[in-house]
């Protein structure tokens, strides 16, 4: 996600203004990107590769944020999440992530904003934003996005459906 142009922001209210009523304004904002990373921890099925139930894990958290089915001022439902996960063959339970979890939550948001990091800078209050479950975006025009998916996506197999664990 990256800021429009002030070029493109002018053509595009140019082409609006011919539908637009006398008395209506165009305002064309940036959102806000606030860049977060998702952290898991799963039991796996007796019989199942643990390190292949795994990638298909982060592979489904993948598509769940992919940026072409998120909108601007979208909440992030953590049980959504944990149900897309829940979906993968192999899966016998998602587990609270032991790490950077005070709350016990099964799925776990941070927020990455480090510009030297790459990030967009923007800080979010995760904790403030979060209710009954829910990840709300900021109130001014924002949107979650999973900046680098192959980093920022953690998850762990802490054991089997048996009790062994890793």
Do not use: W
Not at 15 to 40: C, G, P
Request: hydrophobic share 40%; proline share 5%; with cysteine.
């Amino acid at each position: 996600l990256t800021p429009l142009s002030q070029t493109i922001k002018e053509n595009l209210k140019t082409y609006l203004s011919q539908f637009r009523l006398v008395t209506d304004a165009i305002n064309i904002k940036d959102a806000y990107v606030i860049n977060v990373a998702v952290n898991f921890s799963i039991l796996t099925k007796t019989g199942f590769n643990k390190n292949d139930v795994l990638l298909r894990c982060v592979s489904a958290v993948q598509d769940f944020f992919d940026i072409d089915r998120l909108q601007i001022g979208q909440p992030i439902i953590l049980s959504d999440i944990a149900y897309e996960i829940s979906l993968v063959d192999g899966v016998a339970s998602i587990v609270p992530p032991v790490e950077n979890n005070p709350n016990n939550l099964s799925i776990v948001v941070e927020n990455k904003y480090k510009l030297e990091e790459g990030y967009s800078g923007n800080f979010y209050d995760i904790s403030s934003g979060l209710i009954d479950g829910v990840l709300y975006p900021a109130l001014d025009p924002s949107i979650f996005e999973i900046k680098y998916p192959n980093s920022d996506i953690k998850g762990k197999v802490v054991g089997d459906n048996l009790g062994i664990t890793e």
